[in-house]
């Protein structure tokens, strides 16, 4: 789709590897996956499932670690050309004014995303069950988080790139307090990252085929601004004889209301098939939390945890997505 418009700001550093010879996949792993082991630091038993984001003319992150304890904590790392990076030995401390929102309890699965020059974090925190923290920082080194967003139980928060209609808008997964065998996807509204409400069906998972995305669905990194809509990538989850299977998929939402799915892409844009992606801490786990743009060239680099042990890369092109997306659609 040689005329697509992207939204966005160049990145002409963004980590980067051409498509593979013979490969006409939408998205190809990098080479040297994965990117972070899973003992980065001393501390961590896996790292994986993180976000990054470009950050004075390098790169910045939020990564969950789980450390010898098995607790699950947020960390922040940095990298000068986003393939190698250097991580905080000691967990983010979120600065809050109530003490009882501040009590950190674990934290996993953030995203990231700058709205107005400000970078918010949204992660799964705990506050008497999983639910959706929020927080924000200027220089990756200071971090304050405002109220939760919505009541346990929820997952997968992630905010949507600019204000539409002079509101916030957040992409959820309400859940359970477990390994949640069902998700779908909803979005809510908010005047001031305090107060959510007008909340709205995305979609749900297509259970009738026991395909890759009929267990359960939930948001990835910070949707994609493109003239044909609301580019957002996503995990989709199948109940196999061995256990759930992780993959990524694609769908366009429109502009004005990102609730209403334009199309949504049958296929999955990648599922488990490389050693660290089917063997692991949790095995046949891929999770997009994060994603590089460079919108003039439409580069996208994806940020993925694999088998809940170690973060990986692939690549790709938005314009291609949207039209593999476009492609097949689903016609139901």
Not at 40 to 52: L, Q
Not at 278 to 301: E, Q
């Given at each position: ?155 997968n928060g992630v905010l949507f790139p600019r204000k539409i209609r002079e509101r916030y808008v957040l992409l959820s997964r309400p859940s359970d307090n477990g390994h949640t065998p069902f998700g779908e996807i909803y979005l809510s509204h908010s005047p001031d990252l305090i107060h959510w409400g007008k909340h709205r069906h995305v979609m749900s998972p297509i259970r009738e085929e026991n395909g890759w995305q009929s267990t359960k669905i939930g948001a990835g990194p910070a949707p994609i601004e493109t003239s ?105």
């Open positions: 789709m040689t005329d697509l418009k992207i939204h966005g700001e160049a990145l002409p550093n963004i980590p980067w590897q051409e498509r593979p010879a013979g490969n006409q996949d939408a998205l190809w792993r990098y080479s040297e996956n994965p990117v972070v082991p899973a003992r980065a630091i001393p501390a961590s038993t896996y790292i994986h499932n993180s976000a990054v984001i470009p950050f004075q003319g390098a790169f910045a992150g939020v990564f969950r670690i789980d450390n010898r304890a098995r607790r699950m904590q947020l960390h922040a790392g940095r990298s000068d050309d986003g393939l190698t990076w250097r991580i905080d030995e000691a967990p983010i401390h979120f600065r809050c004014e109530d003490p009882e929102i501040g009590a950190f309890r674990y934290g996993y699965d953030p995203r990231l995303v700058r709205i107005d020059g400000r970078t918010y974090v949204i992660w799964c925190n705990g506050y008497h069950g999983p639910t959706i923290g929020l927080g924000y920082t200027d220089d990756f080194e200071s971090f304050y988080q405002l109220e939760n967003a919505l009541l346990p139980f929820n997952r044909e809509g609301w580019l957002l990538i996503y995990h989709g989850v199948v109940t196999t004889c061995n256990g759930f299977v992780y993959s990524a998929g694609a769908v366009l939402l429109d502009l004005d209301e990102p609730w209403k799915v334009i199309a949504r892409a049958d296929p999955y844009l990648l599922t488990p098939s490389t050693t660290y992606e089917c063997v692991g801490n949790v095995p046949n786990v891929i999770f997009p939390c994060g994603a590089l743009l460079d919108a003039p060239s439409g580069r996208l680099a994806l940020y993925y945890g694999s088998a809940d042990t170690v973060v990986s890369v692939a690549f790709g092109r938005v314009h291609e997505i949207v039209d593999f997306v476009r492609d097949n659609a689903r016609r139901d």
